[in-house]
């Protein structure tokens, strides 16, 4: 025995130990500084079971737990040219999309699905915050009206969750023009007959906001989302003014009578079948009949599919 086999070895193997756990096990609560552990977030829908306070949650992980036994079959869009400016600030428009398709794992800020939710067929689309700011650029734009053209064609409610710091400088006046595109997508489902529900979540702000965010029959929001066109910040900037405690915050626009309603991620799913039953005439869902998110035996239906039904 002597000073390696006893000291510097097991030295070395217990920093090599602690390399190998993983960072990201443990995450600290924006709201009330609670260490959460990443499965308990996961099971929680990325929330926090102190103060309920909600965190960004991708698109993908939103529809496995808002669909019948998490099934859903996405929707292919159309692809708009990769960078049509050729935009350069600080890094190349095509640089900063390969890495937030990286970080991310998607292709765009936006995902368009068909499925079922309660045993009702709806058309879902969801915004991805963590892609370049959930920005609205000609992607998005085709998203959101081949799910307007999928929902009329199909007759299924479109149910569209925003989440977005608005339009995509990158794309410059190409963004701006997504905003009377996807208003006149949002008038194709009205003109139908089918119903349009947005759920609005942290944070939907500018260009976003200005047209098919606000645009629903119903309009929902998560807990302190923040919706605007202009943040607080600039208002505050440009009127000299302190604004009112919680002011563009979900409760507030509530309370002011720009939403129908404010409602916990947890219980989202079960709020919005009953609402979209009712929108189309049919009887309220039995609860002990509606089948859970995720709950599959089957292995075959297990998870998510991906087709090429879009427009």
Known sequence: MNWITNYVRPRINSIFSRREIPENLWTKCEGCGTMLF?????????????????MAISPRSR???????????????PAPPPDP??????????????SAQKNSGEHEAMLVATGEIGRTPIVAAAQDFTFLGG??????????????????????????????????MQEGILSLM??????VAVQ?????????????????????????AMLGDIHIA????????????????????????????????????????????????????????????????IKGELVAPGKTNDPERKGNSTGATGA
Do not use: W
């Not at 990443?38 to 909600?54: A, P, S």
């Not at 998005?140 to 608005?166: D, M, Q, R, T, Y």
């Not at 003014?241 to 507030?252: M, T």
């Open 178 to 183: 997504q905003m009377p595109r996807t208003t």
């Open 85 to 98: 400016l050729h935009f350069r600030d600080q890094k190349r428009y095509l640089d900063r999309m390969k």
């Open 38 to 54: 990443h499965r308990d977030i996961k099971e929680n829908l990325y929330t926090c079971h102190e103060c309920g306070h909600h």
């Open 135 to 168: 920005s609205m650029g000609m992607y998005v734009g085709n998203a959101i009206v081949s799910a307007a053209e999928n929902a009329v064609k199909l007759g299924h409610p479109l149910i569209l969750f925003s989440a977005a710091g608005g339009a995509r």
């Open 222 to 285: 998560e807990p302190n989302a923040l919706i605007c066109f202009a943040g607080p910040r600039v208002i505050e900037q440009t009127i000299g003014e302190n604004l009112p405690e919680g002011f563009q915050r979900a409760e507030y626009l509530l309370e002011h009578g720009m939403l129908d309603r404010v409602v916990h991620r947890k219980k989202m799913r079960e709020e919005l079948i009953t609402i979209t039953r009712m929108l189309l005439g049919m009887a309220p869902a």
């Open 63 to 77: 529809f496995e737990a808002l669909f019948d036994d998490g099934v859903f079959l996405e929707l292919k869009i």
């Open 188 to 212: 194709m489902l009205k003109d139908a007959n089918i119903p349009y529900i947005v759920v609005i979540t942290n944070p939907t702000t500018g260009g976003v906001t200005a047209s098919y």
